[in-house]
């Protein structure tokens, strides 16, 4: 399983598409096998889905994102597991047991009402 996790100083960042570079995490029975980080491409609506996908990426892991881009990730055949937080290394450690423990999104405050919110940004950070 290919992870993306968003990725900023060493911690889950807050909102996948504004975070400096993803951790990208190849797992396989319970163990890592390669990781290695790639810049962020740039935050424009649409974008990160598609290259994360193009990634081979199958989950993405934030603290947060828009409907919007949940909804481009599901399309894409991504699961986004949001409301994470910590250091990128323990998010990892507990993906590959299977323990990782996705919560709420602290994006998720009214954008998501069938109207989309933008492009996904939460305008608060």
Do not use: W
């Amino acid at each position: 399983m290919r992870v993306a996790i968003a990725t900023d100083n060493g911690q889950v960042a807050a909102h996948f598409g504004r975070c400096p570079s993803y951790t990208i995490a190849e797992l396989e029975e319970g163990g890592l096998m390669e990781q290695r980080q790639v810049p962020n491409p740039g935050h424009e609506p649409g974008r990160i889905p598609r290259f994360l996908s193009d990634l081979g990426v199958q989950v993405i892991v934030s603290g947060g994102m828009g409907q919007r881009a949940m909804s481009l990730f599901e399309s894409l055949g991504i699961d986004a597991l949001i409301g994470v937080s910590g250091p990128v290394d323990a998010a990892i450690e507990q993906l590959a047991k299977g323990d990782l423990k996705a919560g709420g999104s602290p994006c998720d405050h009214g954008h998501d009402h069938g109207h989309g919110g933008g492009h996904g940004d939460c305008g608060h950070h």
